[in-house]
């Protein structure tokens, strides 16, 4: 199976920027050790602190569609819910 990349972009309501970012960190360090998982950056657009980018690579997409399934992931969707205006997610593959 070809690597798969995924780009998402996430932007926070106005006034949860902070608390949004915070639970947005705590999916680095569980999400890095994952079987599969070989790039999870997240950036912060310095125009504007609500839009934060993550660029993600991993071995196949069948290894992301687990972590989508991690319990740290559900954690943030339950912390985060009413506070994201937005998020969009671009999956690529290598031709």
């Avoid at 998402?8 to 970012?21: F, L, M, Q, T, Y």
């Avoid at 339950?78 to 690529?92: D, P, Q, R, S, V």
Wanted: charged letters at 25%.
């Amino acid at each position: 199976m070809p690597e798969t990349t995924i780009i998402a972009h996430v932007r926070a309501k106005r006034g949860h920027e902070e608390s949004v970012g915070n639970e947005l960190e705590k999916l680095l360090a569980p999400t890095r050790s994952e079987p599969g998982c070989l790039r999870y950056d997240m950036l912060v657009d310095a125009a504007d602190p609500a839009h934060f980018v993550f660029i993600e690579a991993w071995e196949s997409s069948d290894a992301h569609h687990v972590h989508l399934e991690q319990g740290h992931m559900e954690a943030f969707l339950i912390n985060c819910k009413g506070t994201i205006a937005e998020a969009t997610f671009y999956h690529l593959q290598d031709r």
